[in-house]
C-alpha cells in the first residue's frame, strides 16, 4: 500500500510507501530523464526501520536531483551509497517530512536538493573515496572515525566538530576578503578625500591571518627569510630600544600578540578534541599563561603532580595534586585540580522547575580539591623538611578546579543554576575551560592599539 507524502510540485515528489515492517521513499520525477526517455524516474531515495522501541534505522540513499545534468537521478557520490543514522520517533506513526527536519547541521533536508551532506561536507565524502573502499558512512555517537570493512563509522560529535569549523573558516575567509577589500576602496579614494592610508587588520585567529593575506595576494616568508628575521631582531633589539624606545616598545607589543594569537589558537584547536585530564596538564606545562588566568593575584608554578600526602612535593604519596601554585609575595599556596572540558557541570535530570544540582564528576571534583588542601595543611610541615623548602605558607590555601564548559545561553536555567552553585562554594573557584578562552582574548585585545580613525572593518 502507497501512502503519498504532501511533499511535492509540479516536476517531482516524494512518495512515502510502506513495505513489510519498513518505510520506503521514493523520488518522483513526473517525467523522464530528457536525454533517455526510457530511464527510470523513480528512485529509492530514503529507508526508515524500526531498530528499538523508540529509535529508527534511516537510511539515505544519495541521488543527484539537478534535471538536464549528465548524472540526473544517479548517484551523488563516486563511491559512497548509503548514508546511515539513528532516528528517534515513533515508527508506527512515522513521516519523512518530520524526519528530514530533524537532521543534524550539515545534512541536506531537502529532496529536491539532493539528500546527503551539504555542498561543503563534499570535501569530506572525497577524502573518504580517495583513501577507503567504504560505500556507506554510518553517523554514530560519540567521536569514533573509524573503518570497518566498506563501512566508515563516524561520531556525530565529532562530525559537528568538523562542520562547525568548516563554517568557521568560510566566515573567516569572508571576513578577510571584506577587510583587504574595504581597504583597497579607502586606498583608491584616500588621495581624494584627503585620508590617511588604511591597512587591513589580519584578524586574531591564525587561519584568518592566512586567508586574510591570500585574499591580498600576500605570499609567507620561506624559512630562510624567518630565520633571517629573527637573527637580525635578536641582534639590533638592545639598540633598538636605546635609539628607538617607541619603536622597540611596538615591536616588542606586536611579538607579545603574536605569541598570544599563537596560545589561543592552539587552545581553541584542542578544545574540542574531548582530550583527557593527562593531555590538559601537559599542554598546561608547556602553556603556563593560559593556567595563570584563573588567578586573581600574582601566582607562579611550584610543581605539577605535586603530592600533598607523600614524601616531598614531588615524592610518591597518596595524594597528588594536579598543580602547586605560590603566591612570590606572601608564599602562601593553591591548588589546581583539571578535569576534561567534556566533563558535565550539571545533572541532567531537572531537580525542580528551572533548577540543576551539581553533576557527580563537578562535586567529586571539588571534594578532592577540598581534601587535597587538607591534606596538604596537615603535612606541610613533613613537606617541607623533606623536599628543604621552606618557601612555601599554608594561610589560607586556595583551591580551583578547571572543568567543562559554561551552559550556552540556549539554556538559562542552567547557566543560573551552574552560577549560583559556584558562588556558592565559597572554599573552591571554579573555572571553565572556555573562561580561560575568554580571558586571553579579553587580554588580546587589552593589548591591541587604539584603531585609528581611517582603519577600516573589524576582527573576525
Known amino acids: 500500500m502507497a501512502r503519498f507524502g504532501a511533499i511535492q510540485n509540479s516536476k517531482t515528489r516524494l512518495d512515502e510507501r510502506h513495505r513489510d515492517d519498513e518505510l520506503d521513499g521514493f523520488f518522483v520525477a513526473d517525467q523522464p530523464t530528457d536525454d533517455d526517455a526510457s530511464a527510470a524516474h523513480e528512485v529509492r531515495i530514503l529507508n526508515l526501520v524500526p531498530d528499538t522501541s523508540y529509535n529508527s534505522k534511516l537510511y539515505i540513499f544519495p541521488i543527484n536531483t539537478l534535471q538536464h545534468s549528465d548524472g540526473y537521478l544517479r548517484p551523488k557520490y563516486s563511491k559512497i551509497r548509503r548514508l546511515t543514522l539513528d532516528v528517534p520517533g515513533d515508527f508506527e506513526n512515522a513521516n519523512f517530512r518530520e524526519i528530514l527536519e530533524t537532521l543534524p547541521r550539515g545534512f541536506v533536508k531537502d529532496y529536491e536538493y539532493g539528500l546527503g551532506l551539504l555542498q561543503d561536507c563534499n570535501r569530506l565524502v572525497r577524502l573518504i573515496e580517495k583513501h577507503t573502499e567504504c560505500d556507506e558512512i554510518s553517523f554514530t555517537g560519540g567521536r569514533i572515525l573509524e573503518v570497518d570493512e566498506k563501512q566508515l563509522l563516524l561520531g556525530l560529535e565529532r562530525f559537528e566538530e568538523i562542520y562547525s569549523e568548516i563554517h568557521r573558516i568560510n566566515s573567516r575567509g569572508n571576513d578577510g576578503a571584506a577587510r583587504v577589500k574595504d581597504a583597497f576602496v579607502h586606498n583608491e579614494l584616500a588621495s581624494t578625500f584627503k585620508l590617511e592610508p588604511a591597512v587591513y587588520s589580519l584578524g586574531r585567529h591564525p587561519v584568518s591571518h592566512v586567508l586574510t593575506k591570500a585574499a591580498d595576494g600576500v605570499k609567507e616568508l620561506t624559512e630562510d627569510e624567518q630565520d633571517a628575521l629573527i637573527h637580525t631582531f635578536a641582534s639590533e633589539s638592545a639598540a633598538l630600544a636605546r635609539t628607538r624606545p617607541e619603536t622597540f616598545l611596538k615591536l616588542h607589543r606586536d611579538v607579545e600578540l603574536v605569541n598570544l594569537d599563537r596560545l589561543i589558537g592552539a587552545y581553541e584547536e584542542v578544545l574540542n578534541r574531548g582530550k583527557k585530564e593527562p593531555f590538559w596538564q601537559t599542554f598546561f606545562d608547556d602553556n603556563a599563561f593560559a593556567l595563570q588566568q584563573v588567578f586573581g593575584t600574582p601566582m607562579v608554578s611550584f610543581q605539577s603532580s605535586a603530592s600533598v600526602g607523600g614524601v616531598g612535593f614531588a615524592g610518591g604519596g597518596g595524594k597528588i595534586a594536579d598543580y602547586l601554585y605560590k603566591n612570590p609575595l ?42 587535597q588542601a587538607y591534606h596538604l595543611t596537615t603535612h606541610l610541615s613533613q613537606l617541607k623538611s623533606d623536599s628543604r623548602r621552606s618557601d612555601l605558607e599554608a594561610y589560607a590555601v586556595q583551591c580551583f578546579v578547571v572543568v567543562g564548559r559554561t551552559p550556552s545561553s540556549d539554556h538559562p536555567h542552567k547557566q543560573k543554576s551552574f552560577e549560583m552553585y559556584r558562588a556558592n562554594s565559597r572554599s573552591v573557584k571554579i573555572v571553565t575551560y572556555d573562561e580561560i578562552l575568554e580571558q586571553l582574548k579579553l587580554l588580546r585585545e587589552f593589548l591591541l592599539p587604539a584603531p585609528s580613525a581611517s582603519a577600516s572593518g573589524e576582527e573576525s
Open 330 to 371: 606572601t608564599n602562601n599556596v593553591a591548588l589546581v585540580e583539571i578535569k576534561r572540558p567534556s566533563t558535565p557541570l550539571l545533572g541532567t535530570k531537572e531537580y525542580r522547575g528551572g533548577v540543576f544540582g551539581p553533576s557527580k564528576d563537578l562535586a567529586a571534583a571539588v571534594t578532592q580539591v577540598m581534601d
